[in-house]
Every structure is written in C-alpha cells, then in structure tokens.
DNA sequence: AGTCAGTTGCACACTGGTGTGCAATCTAGG
DNA sequence: CCTAGATTGCACACCAGTGTGCAACTGACT
C-alpha cells in the first residue's frame, strides 16, 4: 500500500495533466489515469472543487518559484522571459491548466490562487516596458497573460507537427511581447 | 406567431453569443437566451449536436465572407490583416465560438465545418509570407489561428478595460504575425 | 369559420456524473 | 504476527441535462 502522501501527490500530479487537457474531465477520468479508484479520489478530496482548487494552488506555487528564479538573475525582460519559456516548455502541458481552469465552471474560485502568477507575469513585463525592452501596446497584466497564453498555443501545435519547437514559442511570445524581430530570434537561439 | 425562419435564424443567433461565452451551456440556456420554450430549439435541432455544428456551419459561412471581401482589395497582406480586424471588431463575440467549439467534445465533428475558414485564414498569412510583410517564424496554418485567437484575448479584456481598443487588439496581433512595430502602429491607426 | 404550421407546457425515460456509506482487503511498520 | 491507516469494491441517493411524446394553444392565411 502506497503512503498516502504518494498517493495524494501522484492524483494531484496525473489530474493536472488531465485536467489541462479536458476540464470537465470526471473524477473517474482522474482517478483510472492515476490507477486508483475512484472512491479513493474522494478519500483526499472531498469534492471535485476541492480537487481543482488544490490543482491550482500548486500550479500557482511551481509557477512562482520558476518566475522568482528566472527573474532572480539580473538581466534585460525580454532576456528573463525567454529563460522563462525555456523552463516551462519541458512539461508545457502541466501549466497548461491555468488557462483551462479559468474558462471552467470554477473561474472565480480559482483567480485568487492565481492571481500571485498573474502579478509576477504583470511585474516582469512591467520591467521590460519601463526600461523599454517590451512593447507598450497593453497593459502589462494583459500582455504577460497573452505572452503566457501563447507558448501554450504553440506548444499544442508542437506535438503534431515536429517543425515547431522552443525556439517557435520564444520567438512567437517574444514577439507579443513588443520585441523587434531580430532581439527576439537572437533570444530564442541562446 | 413568428415565421419559423426568423426563429431558427433567432435561436442561431442567440447560441452564437451563449454557446461563445460557455461552450457548455445548456439547451436550457439558449432556449431561454432566445425568448423560446427549450421544446422549441429540439424542433429546430433534433440534438444539440445538430445545433452546434449549425452554428459552426454559419460561423464559418459569415467569416468566410468577411475574409474574401477583405482580400478583394489589392494590398499587401499586413494591411488586409488590419482590415479583417476591423470588420470582425464590433461583432467579436459573435465569432468567438470558433475557438471556443473547437475545445468542446464535438471537436471533432466540427474541425471539417472549420477547415475552409483556417485555410483562408492560412492562405492570407502564406501570402504575406511570400512577398516578406510577415514572418516566417510559425507555419502559416499556426499563425493564422494564432493571430486570430490574439484578436479575440484581447477583445475580451476590452469589456472591462475601456484603454484597450480596436487599434490595440490590430497592433497586438500584427505584432504576433511578424509585423514590425512602427509599420504595425501606422496599420492600427488606420 | 376552418385549417395548418409553429409553438407551448408538461410528463416521461434515460444517461452520466457527483458524493456517501460501509464492509472487506491489503500492507508497511512496530 | 498484529494492527492501524490506506485502499478497494459495491451499494446507494441525487441531480442536471438530453431527447421524446402528446395534447392544447395561437395566430396567420384562405
């Protein structure tokens, strides 16, 4: 019998990729990816929200630490976000489901445990736009959701089609982000 | 005792904002939207799949249309770009279930209603590939559906923040296409 | 006045997902 | 070897949404 807490944490980890891939997928879903039965499942949340919540609330926490990381070395935005892309990319798919779950019946749940995410996305771009590495064509809490929101975009297309890879998804949110084509090609080799 | 035209054509309508905001939203839920019994709408759509894929059909007719009127004009691909903006600006929600259908369990079935609409939009993108207005840093299929999704992130933000306007959303997504910034500025003022 | 298509209101069967209860079964650790 | 906590396997009640059947109603058009 596995410990509790491996089995808790293997849930939380299998449900943040099948719930970022299908947001109303069922509890049942979950439980048979994470080879374990359902009523299990309800042994470590109570309710499908509880789940959920929990999933985003560690989403937001590993997000966090790879932003503070990134940003912990001293260097132009525009340098940070494209280390940034570099971190994520390697298992896109887990982070994909901050995007998903704010579409989700959730929503308003869910913004507040994500909302430390959405500032430090906001703070990077804002730094990038005073000292005039990023665009300013909207506001840094947009644009940093944009930014993110399109390396998952391209990640997706990534599994399909081999021609697209990390480089692509710099590039592409660099490229959002309001920086000249050739910064943002220069960033995306290194 | 309305015409059955203009009440399929009602209930179509209404589906297009409700099923654009909630893909899942019930029959329930456009029935009432349109001022309608729900035993109506199955009069009209024997399943909600049929209803879907209608609203898919008609979606993917009206952009169709948008998209050829707009390449009519002889201009460089940038500049027809910013016009497609323009013309699908004030009425963006109603197109928006292009993007939110394809994330729903018809996804499938729907692809094939799409398809003319991603080429269209692929074929706008490859040609300003081709005389160097755009990028090439995305296949023209990706940065089609990309630019296009820009455009409608960025309306959404529009709703509650009345600093983002048309021209940001046509700056953002020209940004997203390769455009460089300064020509991308001139196209949004136009 | 009569007809006919569209609409309504209600009842119904069915499905799939949620959440709970409980007894039986494991298995790691003392 | 024994126990305590975790997991399993069913059972169940419950709900929301889908799709259908049918009789009654409405109003336009003849």
Same mark, same amino acid.
């Given at each position: 019998?596995?410990?509790?807490?491996?089995? &808790?944490?293997?849930?939380?980890?299998?449900?943040?990729?099948?719930?970022?891939?299908?947001?109303?997928?069922?509890?049942?879903?979950?439980?048979? *990816?994470?080879?374990?039965?359902?009523?299990?499942?309800?042994?470590?949340?109570?309710? &499908?929200?509880?789940?959920?919540? $929990?999933?985003?609330?560690?989403?937001?926490?590993?997000?966090?630490?790879?932003?503070?990381?990134?940003? *912990?070395?001293?260097?132009?935005?525009?340098?940070?976000? %494209?280390?940034?892309?570099?971190?994520?990319?390697?298992? $896109?798919?887990?982070? &994909?489901?901050?995007? *998903?779950?704010?579409?989700?019946?959730?929503?308003?749940?869910?913004? $507040?445990?994500?909302?430390?995410? #959405?500032?430090?996305?906001?703070?990077?771009?804002?730094?990038?736009?005073?000292?005039?590495?990023?665009?300013?064509?909207?506001?840094?809490?947009?644009?940093?959701?944009? $930014?993110?929101?399109?390396?998952?975009?391209?990640?997706?297309?990534?599994?399909? #089609?081999?021609?697209?890879?990390? %480089?692509?998804?710099?590039?592409?949110?660099?490229?959002?982000?309001?920086?000249?084509?050739?910064? %943002?090609?220069?960033?995306?080799?290194?």
């Amino acid at each position: 019998m596995p410990s509790p807490r491996t089995t &808790r944490t293997r849930i939380l980890d299998v449900a943040l990729d099948v719930l970022g891939q299908d947001p109303d997928a069922s509890m049942a879903d979950v439980a048979t *990816a994470a080879g374990v039965v359902r009523r299990t499942v309800y042994g470590h949340f109570p309710s &499908r929200t509880d789940l959920v919540l $929990a999933l985003a609330e560690q989403a937001a926490t590993e997000l966090q630490g790879i932003l503070a990381e990134v940003a *912990a070395v001293d260097r132009a935005a525009d340098a940070t976000w %494209a280390d940034f892309v570099a971190h994520i990319w390697p298992v $896109a798919r887990r982070y &994909r489901v901050l995007l *998903a779950l704010r579409r989700s019946e959730h929503g308003a749940g869910i913004h $507040a445990l994500l909302a430390p995410v #959405d500032q430090a996305l906001a703070d990077l771009v804002r730094r990038g736009q005073d000292d005039g590495t990023l665009g300013r064509h909207l506001p840094a809490l947009v644009l940093g959701q944009l $930014a993110y929101a399109t390396v998952f975009t391209v990640a997706e297309t990534a599994l399909t #089609d081999d021609t697209v890879t990390v %480089a692509s998804a710099t590039t592409t949110s660099l490229l959002v982000l309001g920086v000249p084509t050739a910064r %943002a090609e220069e960033l995306a080799r290194a």
